[in-house]
């Protein structure tokens, strides 16, 4: 059993920023890809960014240059650092735990608004 539990989510005016944190608890017997996926009323949940088990960065063309993702495997924490923020943004973001099983967070939500 492993648990996946956001954090940092709110409102922010457009410009602004935020750092979203997903903490993971259980056993976790190995190595595992993180990632962060997003989704918004009305639409279909949608990939943002992932962090591999050594590193390895990719994100979303429309997230790149302005959000980072990063890890923590000390303390099996995954985050989201989101700047200059839009509208667009808003939805609800979930934390991802893959490799060799999968597991997803119940997500946070991040509302960019004026």
């Known amino acids: 059993q492993v648990q996946l539990v956001e954090s940092g989510g709110g409102l922010v005016q457009p410009g602004g920023s935020l750092r979203l944190s997903c903490a993971a608890s259980?056993?976790?017997?190995?190595?595992?890809?993180m990632g962060w996926y997003r989704q918004a009323p009305g639409k279909e949940r949608e990939w943002t960014a992932t962090i591999t088990s050594s590193g390895r960065r990719n994100y979303a063309d429309s997230v790149k240059g302005r959000f980072t993702i990063s890890r923590d495997d000390a303390k099996n924490t995954v985050y989201l650092q989101m700047n200059s923020l839009k509208p667009e943004d808003t939805a609800v973001y979930y934390c991802?735990?893959?490799?060799?099983?999968?597991?997803w967070g119940k997500g946070t939500l991040v509302t960019v608004s004026s």
């Open positions: 259980g056993s976790i017997s190995s190595m595992n890809h």
């Open positions: 991802r735990l893959y490799g060799g099983m999968d597991y």
